[in-house]
């Protein structure tokens, strides 16, 4: 696509639900992250994938938080049994660079809201 | 760890003056430093890069300078106008950091006509 796609845009779930977020970098684009950005704060990374690989996911915030990008392409961000302190928007980022990141292309976000 | 500090209170300025924000930074160099727009409701837009061997650099309107020894980057808007109004955040890589970007909070411009 154009873009960074990312679904679904907003997202309500009670506490203790499973959320997935999916991602859809730029085709062809070898760094994948994903960063949480809580309201009036600047974005917090969370992790980083080179095609398939995670080479970096000291952002996760806890074992609740998985990530994964199995064919190098599309990734999902999963968050298992939510609490409220999660709630927040996650922003997908891709770029075209796989060793000294350039530019980063976000998404939208996915807003995310735990009741 | 590094901290990134942007102006927390939003910035008013009237159309066609210029906006200047700054970004500064704690601890280790970083190899480069970015700056962002990002619109509410929407994820940030990449504006300009610039690396720690350069002191300044320019795209149209926009110039952003970078101090290595006062650990500052600021970012300037010359001739503003009300579609510049924003949020704009800088974001630095800091060597070692594995394309970790780490990004400030972010400052509020409001340009008024």
């Known amino acids: 696509g154009a873009g960074v796609s990312q679904s679904p845009r907003y997202k309500v779930a009670k506490r203790g639900q499973d959320v997935a977020l999916r991602c859809d970098p730029i085709s062809g684009h070898v760094s994948l992250f994903w960063y949480q950005q809580a309201l009036g704060q600047g974005p917090e990374f969370l992790t980083y994938?080179?095609?398939?690989?995670?080479?970096?996911k000291s952002g996760l915030p806890s074992d609740r938080f998985f990530a994964e990008r199995p064919e190098g392409s599309v990734s999902t961000l999963k968050i298992q049994r939510t609490q409220q302190e999660d709630s927040a928007v996650y922003l997908c980022?891709?770029?075209?660079?796989?060793?000294?990141?350039?530019?980063?292309?976000f998404g939208e976000g996915s807003r995310l809201t735990v009741l | 760890s590094q901290k990134i500090e942007q102006n927390s209170e939003a910035l008013n300025i009237q159309e066609g003056k210029t906006a200047t924000l700054t970004c500064n930074y704690t601890n280790y160099s970083p190899a480069y430093l970015q700056w962002y727009r990002q619109d509410p409701g929407r994820g940030p837009v990449f504006l300009l890069l610039i690396r720690e061997n350069e002191k300044e650099k320019r795209k149209e309107r926009l110039k952003v300078t970078f101090d290595t020894t006062l650990k500052q980057s600021l970012f300037h808007i010359t001739a503003s106008q009300p579609a510049d109004s924003a949020t704009y955040l800088c974001?630095?890589?800091?060597?070692?950091?594995?394309?970790?970007?780490?990004f400030g909070a972010g400052t509020r411009l409001a340009v008024h006509p």
């Open positions: 994938f080179q095609n398939e690989a995670q080479l970096d």
């Open positions: 974001a630095l890589l800091f060597s070692g950091g594995y394309n970790k970007l780490i």
């Open positions: 980022a891709s770029s075209s660079t796989g060793g000294d990141t350039g530019e980063l292309f």
